[in-house]
């Protein structure tokens, strides 16, 4: 019921900055928690940070002071800026949205957008 699209992976160079998007698209919805997870080959997806509706945000302790999370709630868009960037970044990145829609709770996923970090 709602849709998410990400957008902005990419190669970067180690020490680099990039900026993911995500767009959430339905009718009738209200988000009440919006974040990122990554998934590394061979590794299980983890939490990178989320956002709430109040705008209190967490970070997973591996990209605090480098990756900084916000949101525009008029547009339904979160977004990751990601700064000093580091090999370990390497991942699929997935945009996740929760909250309360017209069929109830909803806990939807992106597609994922890969982000590489040469070293």
């Known amino acids: 019921q709602v849709q998410l699209v990400e957008s902005g992976g990419d190669l970067v160079q180690a020490g680099g900055s990039l900026r993911l998007s995500c767009a959430a698209s339905g009718t009738s919805f209200s988000i009440s928690t919006m974040g990122w997870y990554r998934q590394a080959p061979g590794k299980q997806r983890e939490l990178v940070s989320t956002i709430i509706s109040g705008g209190y945000t967490n970070y997973a302790d591996s990209v605090k002071g480098r990756f900084t999370i916000s949101s525009d709630n008029a547009k339904n868009t979160v977004y990751l800026q990601m700064n000093s960037l580091k090999p370990e970044d390497t991942a699929v990145y997935y945009c996740?949205?929760?909250?309360?829609?017209?069929?109830?709770?909803?806990?939807?996923w992106g597609q994922g957008t890969q982000v590489t970090v040469s070293s």
């Open positions: 996740n949205a929760r909250g309360l829609g017209r069929k109830g709770v909803f806990d939807s």
